[in-house]
């Protein structure tokens, strides 16, 4: 029986140097088997993953300030955004700073793009009283099936043309480059067959021998949820970390949670390449909780819980006994309530912590703390909500509501949400003051024909909650719009120099 996680799509988030054989590349596989019997032992560490995908954005000093009274000393980020940078400097938090897909093909084919990109977002906030800036994550799990091939070609070469970039840069020996890859880059009916993909053999050959030579971890996302939700035969309890009554045998290996079955499978096709005790880093894992059935509170305090308790235990897993993930970055921080849908209702939901800094449940992340600290001095807009108005015909409401939730998030309304059950005014309403408070509570934003009013009165029904807004809204351009903007002028540059 085949128990394996998988990653939906991320919806956002073999080139000449590799079929040549680059001289790296060649070094890095010939020297490589000297080290890949070495066992690492390390004391696993808890981060977390820093997403900004959202409406409502904390201050970064108010998020880094979150992150410091909770002890949490490793974040994760998807792009080098430079406010969030700025405010990691001197905060003693440990940085892994990520490329966007987008980017490789750039990468992979410009030194001068990656000296760009190195010297805007690594040397300009690391040094001393910078940015703790550990790790560079090229690309995000850019082998998905569900790319085809898209970004494979370019995942190697970026790589040699960024570590020299760092060698010029003096910060080789410092910063490492990892590639988090997503589940599905390897399978297996049991864990000890574990294999990578017939297609992604060569590549992952590459790979491994690259991160093995500059002393860099396999970073792994792994999913228990999203095997469960997409997965009707998949056994509930095999998700979680309290015991199952439909284990997987493997030989003398007995398996009682997905974790375990798919760190070991990643373990067993890593030992296939000759890499068995590469160190592994967990980049993403986590539970949502709410956009679907199975997506709540409860599930996800009970999922984190259990996985923080089982890798702080330093127990291990049947092929890794003793020695747990060097790091595993909770997925995630915040909730983010612009990422796209594609995968799920759930997509917006992942965070420990609500868009405005406040835990939702209670959460010992091993650091100290037996729960979780808010975020404090958070800046919200009045308490103000906009609803139906009760004095209405509401039966032409439908194409406001669609209006309103094309730009707004109203996930929760879904089936399996935590706001489905709240009747159709309710709904309504929830519509309506979502685009209210995305919009700033601008006055003109709540008319909806006259059908919208304003209250004081918070309509928030049980476990239903009707935001407020902070004040807090980045401008200007984003960290890709800002590398694509220097770029071209490289670009530019080195034409006007040849005519």
Known sequence: MEYHCRRS?????????????????????????????????AESAIGVNWGTVSFHKLKPSTVVDLLKDNSIKKVKLFEADPLVLRALMGSGIQVMVGIPNEMLAALSSSSAAADLWVRQNISTFIGKGGADIRYIAVGNEPFLTSYAGQFQSYVVPAMVNLQQSLVRA?????????????????????????????????????????????????????YPFLSLYGNSDFPQDYAFFEGTTHPVIDGANTYSNAFDGNFDTLIAALGKLGYGNMPIVIGEIGWPTDGALGANLTAARVFNQGLIKHVLSNKG?????????????????????????????????????????????????????????????????????????????????????????????????????????????????????????????????????????????????????????????????SPYQRWVIGFVLILWQLWAFTI
């Open 170 to 222: 003096n910060l080789a020996g410092y910063v490492k480059l990892v590639v988090p890859c997503n589940a599905d880059a390897y399978e297996a009916n049991v864990p000890s067959q574990g294999a990578f993909r017939p297609e992604l053999t060569q590549i992952m050959t590459q790979l491994v021998s690259f991160l093995n030579q500059n002393g860099s971890p396999f970073v792994v996302n792994i």
């Open 317 to 477: 897993t049947p092929l890794r006994p003793n020695v747990p993930p060097m790091d595993v970055y909770l997925f995630s921080l915040l909730d983010e309530g612009a990422k796209s849908t594609l995968p799920g209702n759930f997509e917006r939901q992942w965070g420990i912590f609500s868009f405005d800094g406040q835990a939702k449940y209670a959460l010992d992340l091993g650091l100290g703390h037996k729960k979780l600290k808010n975020a404090k001095n958070v800046q919200y807009l009045p308490a103000r909500w906009c609803v139906a108005n009760p004095y209405k015909d509401l039966s032409d409401v439908a194409n406001h509501m669609k209006l309103a939730c094309n730009a707004a998030d109203c996930t929760t309304l879904n089936y399996g949400g935590s706001c489905n059950a709240i009747g159709a005014k309710g709904n309504i309403s929830y519509a309506f003051n979502s685009y209210y408070q995305l919009q700033m509570q601008n006055e003109r934003s709540c008319n909806f024909d006259g059908l919208g009013i304003v209250t004081f009165l918070d309509p928030s029904v049980g476990d239903c909650r009707f935001l407020v807004g902070v004040t807090n809204a980045s401008s200007g351009f």
């Open 9 to 41: 799509p991320k919806e956002e988030r073999k080139s000449a140097a590799v079929q040549g054989g680059s001289p790296l590349l060649v070094t890095a596989m010939v020297t490589a088997m000297a080290f890949s019997s070495l066992v690492f032992v």
